[in-house]
Protein backbone atom coordinates (compact mmCIF):
# COMPACT_ATOMS: atom_id res chain seq x y z
CA UNK A 1 0.00 0.00 0.00
CA UNK A 2 0.95 3.48 -0.87
CA UNK A 3 1.03 6.19 2.12
CA UNK A 4 0.85 9.59 2.38
CA UNK A 5 1.49 11.42 5.25
CA UNK A 6 0.87 15.36 5.93
CA UNK A 7 2.64 17.49 7.81
CA UNK A 8 6.39 18.61 8.57
CA UNK A 9 7.11 18.19 11.82
CA UNK A 10 9.33 15.83 14.54
CA UNK A 11 5.83 14.36 15.05
CA UNK A 12 5.72 13.59 11.35
CA UNK A 13 9.18 12.26 11.22
CA UNK A 14 8.19 9.85 13.69
CA UNK A 15 5.17 8.76 12.22
CA UNK A 16 6.82 8.48 8.55
CA UNK A 17 9.85 6.27 10.76
CA UNK A 18 7.17 4.19 12.16
CA UNK A 19 4.67 3.96 9.04
CA UNK A 20 8.32 2.77 6.64
CA UNK A 21 8.91 -0.35 8.91
CA UNK A 22 5.68 -2.08 8.15
CA UNK A 23 5.86 -5.28 5.93
CA UNK A 24 2.00 -3.64 4.25
CA UNK A 25 4.08 -0.70 2.66
CA UNK A 26 5.16 -0.20 -1.06
CA UNK A 27 5.69 3.69 -0.78
CA UNK A 28 5.67 6.56 1.53
CA UNK A 29 5.06 9.81 0.64
CA UNK A 30 5.51 12.92 3.40
CA UNK A 31 3.75 16.52 2.16
CA UNK A 32 5.81 18.77 2.49
CA UNK A 33 8.31 16.88 5.35
CA UNK A 34 11.33 17.84 6.29
CA UNK A 35 15.20 17.34 6.12
CA UNK A 36 15.38 14.15 8.18
CA UNK A 37 11.99 12.87 6.63
CA UNK A 38 13.44 12.48 3.47
CA UNK A 39 15.44 9.44 5.02
CA UNK A 40 12.52 7.45 5.00
CA UNK A 41 9.79 9.29 3.06
CA UNK A 42 9.46 10.81 -0.43
CA UNK A 43 8.74 14.49 -0.03
CA UNK A 44 6.60 16.01 -2.36
CA UNK A 45 5.74 19.97 -1.76
CA UNK A 46 2.03 19.98 -1.55
CA UNK A 47 -0.14 22.67 -0.17
CA UNK A 48 -2.16 20.90 2.73
CA UNK A 49 -4.85 23.76 2.55
CA UNK A 50 -5.29 22.59 -1.46
CA UNK A 51 -7.86 19.89 -1.57
CA UNK A 52 -7.96 19.78 -5.31
CA UNK A 53 -3.76 19.08 -5.11
CA UNK A 54 -4.14 16.46 -2.35
CA UNK A 55 -6.84 14.70 -3.69
CA UNK A 56 -5.27 14.47 -7.30
CA UNK A 57 -2.00 13.55 -5.87
CA UNK A 58 -3.86 10.56 -4.06
CA UNK A 59 -5.22 9.01 -7.37
CA UNK A 60 -2.25 9.90 -9.18
CA UNK A 61 -0.37 7.40 -6.78
CA UNK A 62 -2.71 5.21 -5.68
CA UNK A 63 -2.53 6.38 -2.00
CA UNK A 64 -4.27 3.37 0.20
CA UNK A 65 -4.24 5.80 3.70
CA UNK A 66 -3.41 9.48 4.46
CA UNK A 67 -2.26 10.39 7.33
CA UNK A 68 -2.92 13.92 8.54
CA UNK A 69 -0.15 14.67 11.38
CA UNK A 70 -1.68 18.99 12.01
CA UNK A 71 -4.84 20.00 13.32
CA UNK A 72 -5.17 23.09 10.73
CA UNK A 73 -5.89 20.85 8.04
CA UNK A 74 -8.17 18.96 10.37
CA UNK A 75 -10.08 21.51 11.81
CA UNK A 76 -10.03 22.80 8.02
CA UNK A 77 -11.76 19.25 6.30
CA UNK A 78 -9.35 17.74 4.68
CA UNK A 79 -10.29 14.38 5.97
CA UNK A 80 -13.88 15.15 4.95
CA UNK A 81 -12.73 15.85 1.34
CA UNK A 82 -10.49 12.85 1.42
CA UNK A 83 -13.61 10.83 2.70
CA UNK A 84 -15.89 12.07 -0.16
CA UNK A 85 -13.74 10.87 -2.84
CA UNK A 86 -13.32 7.44 -0.94
CA UNK A 87 -10.03 8.03 -0.37
CA UNK A 88 -9.11 6.37 3.15
CA UNK A 89 -7.98 8.92 5.99
CA UNK A 90 -6.83 8.71 9.49
CA UNK A 91 -7.81 12.27 11.13
CA UNK A 92 -11.45 12.95 12.06
CA UNK A 93 -14.01 15.52 10.05
CA UNK A 94 -13.92 19.13 10.71
CA UNK A 95 -17.09 18.66 13.00
CA UNK A 96 -15.18 16.21 15.61
CA UNK A 97 -12.06 18.44 15.00
CA UNK A 98 -13.72 20.81 17.12
CA UNK A 99 -12.84 18.96 19.97
CA UNK A 100 -9.38 21.25 19.30
CA UNK A 101 -10.83 24.17 16.78
CA UNK A 102 -13.12 25.68 19.60
CA UNK A 103 -12.51 25.07 23.43
CA UNK A 104 -15.95 26.32 24.02
CA UNK A 105 -17.19 23.35 21.89
CA UNK A 106 -14.99 21.06 23.89
CA UNK A 107 -16.54 22.62 27.47
CA UNK A 108 -20.29 22.58 26.78
CA UNK A 109 -19.66 18.68 25.58
CA UNK A 110 -17.81 18.15 28.80
CA UNK A 111 -21.05 20.48 30.80
CA UNK A 112 -23.80 18.16 28.72
CA UNK A 113 -21.99 14.95 29.37
CA UNK A 114 -20.50 15.24 33.19
CA UNK A 115 -16.56 14.90 32.05
CA UNK A 116 -14.60 16.47 34.67
CA UNK A 117 -13.09 19.54 33.69
CA UNK A 118 -12.65 23.31 35.26
CA UNK A 119 -15.40 25.10 35.94
CA UNK A 120 -16.27 28.02 32.79
CA UNK A 121 -18.08 30.76 31.26
CA UNK A 122 -17.74 31.89 27.55
CA UNK A 123 -17.79 35.37 26.51
CA UNK A 124 -18.49 37.25 23.35
CA UNK A 125 -17.18 40.61 24.16
CA UNK A 126 -14.90 42.12 26.82
CA UNK A 127 -17.22 44.28 28.80
CA UNK A 128 -19.28 40.89 30.10
CA UNK A 129 -15.44 38.71 30.19
CA UNK A 130 -14.17 41.41 32.80
CA UNK A 131 -17.16 41.55 35.22
CA UNK A 132 -17.34 37.86 35.23
CA UNK A 133 -13.39 38.51 36.14
CA UNK A 134 -13.70 40.57 38.96
CA UNK A 135 -16.53 38.52 40.36
CA UNK A 136 -14.15 35.64 40.12
CA UNK A 137 -10.80 36.78 40.91
CA UNK A 138 -7.54 35.17 40.15
CA UNK A 139 -5.81 33.05 39.69
CA UNK A 140 -7.77 32.01 36.75
CA UNK A 141 -7.48 31.04 32.98
CA UNK A 142 -8.32 33.38 29.98
CA UNK A 143 -8.62 31.16 26.42
CA UNK A 144 -8.87 32.33 22.73
CA UNK A 145 -12.12 29.98 21.87
CA UNK A 146 -10.34 28.90 18.32
CA UNK A 147 -6.71 27.67 17.13
CA UNK A 148 -4.02 29.92 18.35
CA UNK A 149 -0.90 28.00 17.51
CA UNK A 150 -1.04 26.97 21.43
CA UNK A 151 -0.68 30.92 22.36
CA UNK A 152 -3.75 31.77 22.93
CA UNK A 153 -4.16 30.61 27.23
CA UNK A 154 -3.24 32.56 29.52
CA UNK A 155 -2.82 30.97 33.06
CA UNK A 156 -3.27 33.89 34.82
CA UNK A 157 -2.09 35.07 38.50
CA UNK A 158 -3.29 38.10 39.20
CA UNK A 159 -6.87 40.06 38.20
CA UNK A 160 -4.74 42.37 36.36
CA UNK A 161 -3.27 40.30 33.71
CA UNK A 162 -6.18 38.28 33.37
CA UNK A 163 -8.22 41.94 32.21
CA UNK A 164 -5.29 42.13 29.93
CA UNK A 165 -5.86 38.97 28.81
CA UNK A 166 -9.25 39.62 27.64
CA UNK A 167 -8.09 42.86 26.33
CA UNK A 168 -5.62 41.69 23.99
CA UNK A 169 -8.00 38.77 22.56
CA UNK A 170 -11.08 40.86 22.19
CA UNK A 171 -8.44 43.65 20.28
CA UNK A 172 -7.61 40.38 18.09
CA UNK A 173 -4.61 39.37 19.08
CA UNK A 174 -5.63 36.14 17.81
CA UNK A 175 -7.37 36.98 14.87
CA UNK A 176 -11.05 35.15 14.45
CA UNK A 177 -9.86 32.70 17.40
CA UNK A 178 -9.64 35.26 19.64
CA UNK A 179 -13.80 36.99 18.81
CA UNK A 180 -14.57 34.01 21.77
CA UNK A 181 -13.18 33.61 25.07
CA UNK A 182 -13.85 30.87 27.36
CA UNK A 183 -12.75 32.04 31.34
CA UNK A 184 -12.23 28.53 33.28
CA UNK A 185 -11.24 28.13 37.25
CA UNK A 186 -7.43 27.12 37.55
CA UNK A 187 -7.03 23.69 37.92
CA UNK A 188 -4.06 22.19 40.13
CA UNK A 189 -2.32 19.15 39.75
CA UNK A 190 0.58 17.23 37.73
CA UNK A 191 -0.11 17.61 33.71
CA UNK A 192 -0.29 14.33 31.83
CA UNK A 193 -1.30 13.42 28.18
CA UNK A 194 -3.41 10.74 27.70
CA UNK A 195 -3.75 9.37 24.18
CA UNK A 196 -6.83 6.83 22.86
CA UNK A 197 -7.31 5.49 19.26
CA UNK A 198 -10.84 5.97 18.20
CA UNK A 199 -12.69 4.09 15.16
CA UNK A 200 -16.12 6.77 15.32
CA UNK A 201 -17.14 3.63 17.84
CA UNK A 202 -14.63 2.10 19.97
CA UNK A 203 -11.58 3.64 21.81
CA UNK A 204 -8.59 1.99 22.48
CA UNK A 205 -6.26 3.51 24.91
CA UNK A 206 -2.80 4.12 23.39
CA UNK A 207 -0.45 5.30 25.77
CA UNK A 208 0.70 8.22 27.97
CA UNK A 209 3.19 10.70 28.03
CA UNK A 210 4.40 14.02 30.16
CA UNK A 211 5.51 17.26 27.91
CA UNK A 212 7.34 19.80 29.14
CA UNK A 213 6.18 22.69 27.93
CA UNK A 214 8.07 25.85 29.35
CA UNK A 215 11.44 26.44 27.45
CA UNK A 216 13.60 26.79 31.09
CA UNK A 217 15.28 24.17 33.56
CA UNK A 218 12.59 23.60 35.95
CA UNK A 219 9.80 24.52 34.35
CA UNK A 220 10.49 28.20 34.00
CA UNK A 221 10.10 31.09 31.30
CA UNK A 222 7.14 31.46 28.24
CA UNK A 223 5.37 27.87 26.99
CA UNK A 224 6.68 26.71 23.84
CA UNK A 225 5.47 23.96 21.48
CA UNK A 226 7.36 21.58 24.29
CA UNK A 227 10.62 20.77 24.72
CA UNK A 228 10.52 17.29 25.78
CA UNK A 229 8.98 14.64 26.78
CA UNK A 230 8.83 10.71 27.86
CA UNK A 231 6.78 7.96 27.77
CA UNK A 232 4.84 6.39 29.99
CA UNK A 233 3.69 9.68 32.29
CA UNK A 234 4.59 8.11 35.75
CA UNK A 235 1.95 10.41 37.60
CA UNK A 236 -0.58 8.20 35.08
CA UNK A 237 -1.40 5.16 37.06
CA UNK A 238 -3.39 1.99 35.62
CA UNK A 239 -6.81 3.16 37.73
CA UNK A 240 -5.94 6.86 36.47
CA UNK A 241 -6.00 5.33 32.86
CA UNK A 242 -8.91 3.74 33.41
CA UNK A 243 -10.63 6.40 34.92
CA UNK A 244 -9.94 8.48 31.98
CA UNK A 245 -10.92 6.17 29.86
CA UNK A 246 -14.07 5.70 31.70
CA UNK A 247 -14.81 9.38 32.49
CA UNK A 248 -13.29 11.46 29.77
CA UNK A 249 -12.88 9.40 26.51
CA UNK A 250 -15.40 7.09 26.37
CA UNK A 251 -18.16 9.33 27.03
CA UNK A 252 -16.75 12.10 24.11
CA UNK A 253 -16.67 9.01 22.09
CA UNK A 254 -20.16 8.14 22.60
CA UNK A 255 -21.61 12.09 22.18
CA UNK A 256 -19.96 12.61 18.83
CA UNK A 257 -21.07 9.29 17.71
CA UNK A 258 -24.76 10.34 18.99
CA UNK A 259 -24.43 13.84 17.36
CA UNK A 260 -23.76 12.05 14.15
CA UNK A 261 -20.57 14.01 13.69
CA UNK A 262 -18.37 10.47 15.02
CA UNK A 263 -14.75 10.75 15.92
CA UNK A 264 -11.94 8.90 14.16
CA UNK A 265 -8.30 9.15 14.76
CA UNK A 266 -5.96 9.82 17.85
CA UNK A 267 -7.86 11.59 20.70
CA UNK A 268 -4.95 13.61 22.65
CA UNK A 269 -6.23 14.27 25.99
CA UNK A 270 -4.33 17.16 27.99
CA UNK A 271 -5.23 16.09 31.59
CA UNK A 272 -4.10 17.87 35.02
CA UNK A 273 -4.20 14.96 37.42
CA UNK A 274 -6.20 17.36 40.40
CA UNK A 275 -6.80 15.56 43.99
CA UNK A 276 -9.92 14.26 42.97
CA UNK A 277 -8.74 12.50 39.85
CA UNK A 278 -8.29 13.42 36.06
CA UNK A 279 -9.79 16.18 34.87
CA UNK A 280 -9.50 17.09 30.91
CA UNK A 281 -7.52 20.67 30.21
CA UNK A 282 -8.11 20.37 26.35
CA UNK A 283 -8.59 17.87 23.61
CA UNK A 284 -6.18 17.59 20.29
CA UNK A 285 -7.15 15.68 17.46
CA UNK A 286 -4.00 14.36 16.52
CA UNK A 287 -0.84 13.19 17.88
CA UNK A 288 1.12 15.34 20.38
CA UNK A 289 4.76 17.36 19.71
CA UNK A 290 7.12 15.77 21.05
CA UNK A 291 4.88 13.29 22.59
CA UNK A 292 4.52 11.29 19.54
CA UNK A 293 8.23 10.91 18.96
CA UNK A 294 8.29 8.72 22.56
CA UNK A 295 5.61 6.75 21.56
CA UNK A 296 6.37 5.72 17.87
CA UNK A 297 9.67 4.58 19.61
CA UNK A 298 7.59 2.45 22.25
CA UNK A 299 5.45 1.32 19.29
CA UNK A 300 6.08 -2.47 19.00
CA UNK A 301 3.30 -3.76 16.82
CA UNK A 302 2.71 -2.00 13.00
CA UNK A 303 1.96 1.46 13.08
CA UNK A 304 0.54 1.51 9.95
CA UNK A 305 -2.14 -1.74 10.55
CA UNK A 306 -3.07 0.24 13.82
CA UNK A 307 -3.66 3.25 11.75
CA UNK A 308 -5.40 1.51 9.01
CA UNK A 309 -7.70 -0.48 11.72
CA UNK A 310 -8.77 3.31 12.90
CA UNK A 311 -9.56 4.87 9.33
CA UNK A 312 -11.66 1.37 8.33
CA UNK A 313 -13.70 0.85 11.56
CA UNK A 314 -11.99 -2.04 12.93
CA UNK A 315 -10.21 -1.00 16.08
CA UNK A 316 -12.63 -3.72 18.68
CA UNK A 317 -10.29 -6.74 16.71
CA UNK A 318 -7.10 -4.68 16.78
CA UNK A 319 -4.23 -5.41 19.27
CA UNK A 320 -1.69 -2.24 19.69
CA UNK A 321 1.61 -3.99 21.38
CA UNK A 322 4.26 -1.88 23.32
CA UNK A 323 7.75 -2.31 24.64
CA UNK A 324 7.71 -1.90 27.95
CA UNK A 325 10.88 -0.16 28.63
CA UNK A 326 10.25 3.98 29.00
CA UNK A 327 11.46 6.36 26.26
CA UNK A 328 12.57 10.40 26.75
CA UNK A 329 12.75 12.64 23.99
CA UNK A 330 14.88 16.02 24.51
CA UNK A 331 13.66 18.51 21.81
CA UNK A 332 16.81 20.99 20.39
CA UNK A 333 16.00 24.45 19.66
CA UNK A 334 17.38 27.01 17.86
CA UNK A 335 18.68 29.88 20.04
CA UNK A 336 16.05 32.90 20.48
CA UNK A 337 13.35 30.26 20.48
CA UNK A 338 9.58 30.70 21.19
CA UNK A 339 10.91 34.55 20.09
CA UNK A 340 12.55 35.23 17.13
CA UNK A 341 15.51 32.72 16.09
CA UNK A 342 17.74 32.58 13.12
CA UNK A 343 17.70 30.15 10.27
CA UNK A 344 20.18 28.58 8.29
CA UNK A 345 23.51 27.38 10.81
CA UNK A 346 24.93 23.93 9.85
CA UNK A 347 24.19 21.14 12.16
CA UNK A 348 27.06 18.11 12.76
CA UNK A 349 27.67 14.74 13.66
CA UNK A 350 24.17 13.35 13.80
CA UNK A 351 24.84 10.13 12.42
CA UNK A 352 27.61 9.62 14.67
CA UNK A 353 25.03 10.68 17.45
CA UNK A 354 22.03 8.66 16.19
CA UNK A 355 23.98 5.40 16.75
CA UNK A 356 24.17 5.48 20.65
CA UNK A 357 22.36 2.34 22.19
CA UNK A 358 18.51 2.77 21.68
CA UNK A 359 19.18 6.06 20.44
CA UNK A 360 16.70 7.75 17.68
CA UNK A 361 16.84 10.97 16.65
CA UNK A 362 14.15 12.81 14.61
CA UNK A 363 13.60 16.00 13.16
CA UNK A 364 11.57 18.94 13.38
CA UNK A 365 12.47 21.88 11.56
CA UNK A 366 15.20 20.89 9.21
CA UNK A 367 16.59 21.27 5.83
CA UNK A 368 19.62 19.96 3.41
CA UNK A 369 21.24 22.56 1.50
CA UNK A 370 24.16 22.06 -1.09
CA UNK A 371 24.71 18.84 0.94
CA UNK A 372 24.71 20.36 4.29
CA UNK A 373 21.63 19.75 7.44
CA UNK A 374 20.87 23.24 8.20
CA UNK A 375 18.21 24.29 10.98
CA UNK A 376 15.17 25.74 9.59
CA UNK A 377 12.68 26.33 12.51
CA UNK A 378 12.37 26.88 16.19
CA UNK A 379 12.02 23.53 17.31
CA UNK A 380 15.00 21.30 15.07
CA UNK A 381 15.62 18.12 16.86
CA UNK A 382 13.77 15.52 18.76
CA UNK A 383 17.00 13.42 19.87
CA UNK A 384 15.12 10.34 21.18
CA UNK A 385 15.87 6.89 23.34
CA UNK A 386 14.48 3.88 25.02
CA UNK A 387 15.84 2.50 28.14
CA UNK A 388 15.22 0.39 30.68
CA UNK A 389 14.25 3.18 33.18
CA UNK A 390 13.88 6.94 32.45
CA UNK A 391 17.01 7.49 33.84
CA UNK A 392 19.22 5.44 31.37
CA UNK A 393 16.92 6.85 28.74
CA UNK A 394 17.60 10.25 29.43
CA UNK A 395 21.50 9.56 30.08
CA UNK A 396 21.59 7.88 25.96
CA UNK A 397 19.10 10.58 25.07
CA UNK A 398 21.87 13.64 26.08
CA UNK A 399 24.63 11.54 25.06
CA UNK A 400 23.64 11.70 22.02
CA UNK A 401 23.11 15.46 22.36
CA UNK A 402 26.26 16.30 23.71
CA UNK A 403 27.80 14.88 20.55
CA UNK A 404 25.67 17.32 18.19
CA UNK A 405 27.33 19.71 16.62
CA UNK A 406 24.84 23.26 16.70
CA UNK A 407 26.32 26.11 17.81
CA UNK A 408 22.99 28.11 17.18
CA UNK A 409 20.97 25.03 19.20
CA UNK A 410 19.70 24.86 22.76
CA UNK A 411 17.92 22.67 24.72
CA UNK A 412 16.27 21.59 28.51
CA UNK A 413 18.86 20.01 30.75
CA UNK A 414 16.58 18.54 32.99
CA UNK A 415 13.72 16.25 30.45
CA UNK A 416 12.19 13.86 32.86
CA UNK A 417 12.48 15.28 36.34
CA UNK A 418 9.63 14.16 37.97
CA UNK A 419 10.06 10.68 36.43
CA UNK A 420 13.21 10.36 37.41
CA UNK A 421 12.59 12.16 41.13
CA UNK A 422 9.86 9.19 41.61
CA UNK A 423 12.76 6.40 40.28
P1 LIG B 1 -3.99 24.43 26.43
O1 LIG B 1 -3.55 25.13 25.18
O2 LIG B 1 -5.46 24.47 26.70
O3 LIG B 1 -3.33 23.08 26.60
O4 LIG B 1 -3.31 25.24 27.61
C1 LIG B 1 -1.92 25.39 27.64
C2 LIG B 1 -1.44 25.14 29.04
O5 LIG B 1 -2.07 26.06 29.92
C3 LIG B 1 -1.80 23.76 29.60
O6 LIG B 1 -0.90 22.79 29.23
C4 LIG B 1 -1.75 24.05 31.07
O7 LIG B 1 -0.42 24.05 31.53
C5 LIG B 1 -2.29 25.44 31.18
N1 LIG B 1 -3.74 25.44 31.48
C6 LIG B 1 -4.76 25.49 30.59
N2 LIG B 1 -5.94 25.43 31.22
C7 LIG B 1 -5.68 25.35 32.54
C8 LIG B 1 -6.48 25.27 33.72
N3 LIG B 1 -7.82 25.31 33.68
N4 LIG B 1 -5.84 25.19 34.90
C9 LIG B 1 -4.50 25.20 34.98
N5 LIG B 1 -3.69 25.26 33.91
C10 LIG B 1 -4.26 25.35 32.70
N1 LIG C 1 3.15 18.93 22.91
C1 LIG C 1 1.84 19.43 23.05
C2 LIG C 1 1.05 19.41 21.82
O1 LIG C 1 1.41 18.79 20.83
O2 LIG C 1 0.00 20.03 21.79
Request: proline share 4%; with cysteine; glycine share 12%.
Amino acid sequence: MNVLVIGSGGREHALCWAIAKSPQLSTLFCAPGNGGIADVAECVSLDAGNHGAIVAFCRDRDIGLVVIGPEAPLVDGLADTLESEAIPVFGPSAAAAQLEGSKAFTKDLCAAHAIPTAAYARFGDAKSAKTYLRERGAPIVIKADGLAAGKGVTVAEDLETALAAVEDCFAGAFGEAGAEVVIEDMLVGEEASFFALVDGETAVPLATAQDHKRVGDGDTGPNTGGMGAYSPASVMTPELCKRTMREIIEPTVAALRDAGTPYKGVLFAGLMITEKGPELIEYNVRFGDPECQVLMLRLKSDALAALLATAEGSLRDHRVEWHSDPALTVVMAAMGYPGSYGKGSEIGNLAAAGKGDGVQIFHAGTARADGRLVAAGGRVLNVTARGATVSQARERAYHAVSQIEWADGFCRSDIGWRAIERE
